[in-house]
């Protein structure tokens, strides 16, 4: 990605949306994409991934708040929006008697300035299968077909919606390959993914999506950075966790105790460690199950998960509300191009070639 670049290229501002019933699945959303770069949505399911996702791809209309994809509303201009952009769907929808060449050449049809569609399946490695029947394609391959028909009109922005489930490690690893290629192409790519290895590998930035409300966000490190590092171990029965140095000095931040086992979180890591360690040496004293943990993606993204919905409410940061199902309801059967075989293929007549529906 050219780190120069800054043209914002999807941009979302206190997006709301709302299911029937008052359940309200995003709530006051924002955050900016540049020009080539990815970025990836986390979150648990009913956080608010999905839901956010089809409003910026113009598959519903905010309940409030402003999204813009390529400076235009993806919705009330989805005849300018849509030709410059592709959208890889959860669940493709098929038809499943006819083959996988047979289904990239009529989405070809209705997509202006469409790749040859050998060179689509080559892409993403179907090329050998190019005669098999939907049908008769493992699921991980349809998830390659549905990448296949995502590329076919060579889009500037790629919406990814968890594009790697049902892939074994090789395809996986080949899906990131490509996901690279065209970042480093100048393709702008936003990816939903419950990966977290996934959103580690590819990401430039990040947000944390939690009870429809952004928990955390910015690059891979930045988010790690936000959480404790850990160390544990167990004290000897004539010592108590008094009798350590100081150890706020030490960017301790708390302490939990379990019995003569004791656990710190810390900012400083290293510190808390060498200073833990060479106390215990001049008392000699033997640390039990002495175990040092950096911070993680995994360990920002569970404490999220697990947080507090009550706290930090006015922030934009964590609210409490129950977990719903995304996509329930008309969000996503309802719109063209998500409610399987008729609508992937009015989708395709009425999104690739920018025809309002």
């Known amino acids: 990605m050219d780190t120069e670049s800054t043209e ?5 501002r206190e997006l709301r949306r709302t299911y029937k019933g008052g359940f309200e699945a995003v709530r006051g959303v924002s955050f900016s994409v540049r020009r080539g770069e990815l970025f990836a949505l986390l979150g648990t399911n009913g956080a ?22 390529l400076g235009r509303d993806p919705f009330t201009e989805r005849a300018a929006v849509r030709p410059r952009t592709g959208v890889m769907l959860q669940d493709g929808g098929f038809p499943s008697d006819l083959t996988a060449a047979e289904t990239v050449r009529m989405w070809a049809g209705c997509t202006s300035g469409a ?49 790697t489930t049902g892939l074994d490690v ?4 080949e899906t990131w390959r490509l996901v690279r290629q065209l970042r480093e192409e100048g393709t702008t790519v936003l990816l939903t993914t419950h990966y977290l290895e996934e959103a580690e590998e590819l990401a430039d930035r990040l947000a944390v999506l939690h009870e429809g409300r952004i928990a955390a966000e910015g ?9 404790p590092s850990q160390m544990s171990f167990e004290l000897p029965e004539r010592y108590l966790p008094g009798d350590l140095p100081p150890l706020a000095p030490l960017g301790v931040t708390h ?28 008392h000699g004293v033997e640390l039990r199950a002495l175990n040092v943990r950096a911070a993680s993606l995994e360990e920002a993204f569970l404490r999220i998960a697990q947080s507090n919905s009550n706290s ?27 409610g399987g075989d008729a609508g992937r293929t009015a989708g395709a007549a009425t999104g690739a070639k920018g025809v309002s529906a």
């Open 312 to 338: 930090n409410s006015n922030s934009n940061r964590r609210t409490g509300v129950a977990e719903a199902a995304e996509g329930a309801d008309a969000g996503r059967g309802g719109d063209a191009g998500r």
């Open 170 to 173: 090789e395809g996986r690893r």
């Open 255 to 282: 302490h939990e105790t379990d019995g003569r086992h004791l656990r710190l979180y810390t900012r400083e890591l290293q510190r808390t460690a060498t200073v833990v360690l060479t106390w215990a040496a001049q």
């Open 8 to 12: 914002c290229v999807i941009e979302a």
């Open 115 to 163: 790749r040859p569609v050998d060179e689509a399946l080559d892409m993403v490695g179907l090329g050998k299968r190019a005669n098999v029947r939907v049908k008769q394609l493992s699921g991980g391959e349809r998830r390659r077909l549905d990448l296949a028909l995502a590329l076919l009109g060579r889009p500037e922005v790629l919406f990814l919606d968890e594009p």
């Open 48 to 69: 608010g991934k999905t839901s956010t996702v089809e409003l910026l791809e113009g598959l519903a209309v905010p309940a409030g708040g402003r999204v813009r994809v």
């Open 219 to 227: 690059t891979v490190a930045d988010v790690v950075a936000s959480q």
